[in-house]
Nanobody
Framework: QVQLVESGGGLVQAGGSLRLSCAAS????????MGWYRQAPGKQRELVAT???????NYVDSVKGRFTISRDNAKNWVYLQMNSLKPEDTAVYYC??????????????WGQGTQVTVSS
């Protein structure tokens, strides 16, 4: 079993910055892709950014150039540096990790979420 715990959310003014962190713990031999997702009120959860174990990254268009995802494979942490925040970035942000359970199968784990609120 794997547990994910996010931290770093809060209230910030538009144009400000926040850094989210997520720590993975438990029975972990390896984590494949890790990522950040968000869900705003009344909307579906959407992908924000992902990063593979090799460091390849992917971002939703709306955050490109403003957000940076990174990870520490030795510590099983993933981070999301968010700059130039906009009110539309307001959401609950969730950490996600994909852990291999066989050569062709993964289990997906989620954190409990951390609130990010950007005021205008």
């Amino acid at each position: 079993q794997v547990q994910l715990v996010e931290s770093g959310g809060g209230l910030v003014q538009a144009g400000g910055s926040l850094r989210l962190s997520c720590a993975a713990s438990g029975s972990i031999f390896r984590i494949n892709t890790m990522g950040w997702y968000r869900q705003a009120p009344g909307k579906q959860r959407e992908l924000v950014a992902t990063i593979t174990s090799g460091g390849f990254t992917n971002y939703v268009d709306s955050v490109k150039g403003r957000f940076t995802i990174s990870r520490d494979n030795a510590k099983n942490w993933v981070y999301l540096q968010m700059n130039s925040l906009k009110p539309e970035d307001t959401a609950v942000y969730y950490c996600n990790a994909n852990v291999p359970i066989s050569p062709l199968r993964e289990s997906t784990y989620w954190g409990q979420g951390t609130q990010v609120t950007v005021s205008s």
